[in-house]
T-cell receptor, first 120, second 111 residues
């Protein structure tokens, strides 16, 4: 079964500092990995995804993540935090194709989330 | 149009009421999902529809009844809910192996 573990339920950084949110995965097959962001009282927005192409993935809002198979990690980084980055961040791994789905859907397994706060 | 829309944004209902949540997408996605999210928790999958047929039911109580009238529309019918069902209900859609696109959610309060 696929799973992800997010290390640290709460990360606090100063504005302008490096953001590092950690995610480790467990998967019996090459994984598809995602980072989503959720602002208060909103839905989830995709930041970036890894689908077995380049190991360094660039996303929106200046975020990027590096897939490291040897470490089973997919950590999210941003060089300089902005106040608007304060939100909940979820790492997710795609599960196996569902039978009888015509190949159109997969389960997503989410980590427990990391709340990022940015101090002025 | 790369948007998933959900209505209403907020819903307050009593335990004897019947209400429905609506989700719509016009991206041509053939998979649609309902999630339930409690505060400070990740989304929990409830139902998945694939090509307008129910593909996954994650052992959700029968007081939640999903419906997919067509490829763009997904409903969640609610009846005799409990206060512990209060949560943010998220809809998502996807196509093949691509990422899931989420709507803004409906904040449900059951009194």
């Amino acid at each position: 079964a696929q799973s992800v573990t997010q290390l640290g339920s709460h990360v606090s950084v100063s504005e302008g500092a490096l953001v590092l949110l950690r995610c480790n995965y467990s998967s019996s097959v090459p994984p598809y990995l995602f980072w989503y962001v959720q602002y208060p009282n909103q839905g989830l927005q995709l930041l970036l995804k890894y689908t077995s192409a380049a190991t360094l993935v660039k996303g929106i809002n200046g975020f990027e993540a590096e897939f490291k198979k040897s470490e089973t990690s997919f950590h999210l980084t941003k060089p300089s935090a902005h106040m608007s980055d304060a939100a909940e961040y979820f790492c997710a791994v795609r599960g196996f194709r569902q039978p009888n789905s015509g190949g159109s859907n997969y389960k997503l397994t989410f980590g427990k989330g990391t709340l990022l706060t940015v101090n002025p | 149009d790369t948007e998933v829309t959900q209505t209403p944004k907020h819903l307050v209902m009593g335990m004897t009421n019947k209400k429905s949540l609506k989700c719509e997408q016009h991206m041509g996605h053939r998979a649609m999902y309902w999630y339930k999210q409690k505060a400070k928790k990740p989304p929990e999958l409830m139902f998945v529809y694939s090509y307008e047929k129910l593909s996954i039911n994650e052992s959700v109580p029968s007081r939640f009844s999903p419906e997919c009238p067509n490829s763009s529309l997904l409903n969640l019918h609610l009846h005799a809910l409990q206060p512990e069902d209060s949560a943010l209900y998220l809809c998502a859609s996807s196509q093949h192996s691509n990422e899931q696109f989420f709507g803004p959610g409906t904040r449900l309060t059951v009194l």
